[in-house]
Nanobody, 114 residues
């Protein structure tokens, strides 16, 4: 059974940082390009960052230079380091493969507010 479990969200002030984690089980993690997605209230889910099996990364323009995606295959874990957070980064953050091959997890709430 495939499970994607996100964690690390919380309430942070503008300009602050958070590090999200996604623990994957039931899949051969190292063989998938992985991605972080987010969904803000009243908006569609959007892709934020991608990391390939070869560790090539790409980012949405809105987070480029502030967010860093990484992975540790030995731990079946995906990370998202988020710096210089802005109120518009407020959303529920999810992980999945780049092709959205699996059911969504519960996500982790990130709220950026003073």
């Amino acid at each position: 059974q495939v499970q994607l479990v996100e964690s690390g969200g919380g309430l942070v002030q503008p300009g602050g940082s958070l590090r999200l984690s996604c623990a994957a089980s039931g899949i051969t993690f190292s063989t998938f390009a992985m991605a972080w997605y987010r969904q803000a209230p009243g908006k569609e889910r959007e892709q934020v960052a991608i990391i390939t099996t070869g560790y090539t990364t790409s980012y949405a323009d809105s987070v480029k230079g502030r967010f860093t995606i990484s992975r540790v295959n030995a731990k079946n874990t995906l990370y998202l380091q988020m710096n210089s957070l802005k109120p518009e980064d407020t959303a529920v953050y999810y992980c999945n493969t780049r092709g959205i091959n699996f059911n969504w997890g519960q996500g982790t709430q990130v709220t950026v507010s003073s």
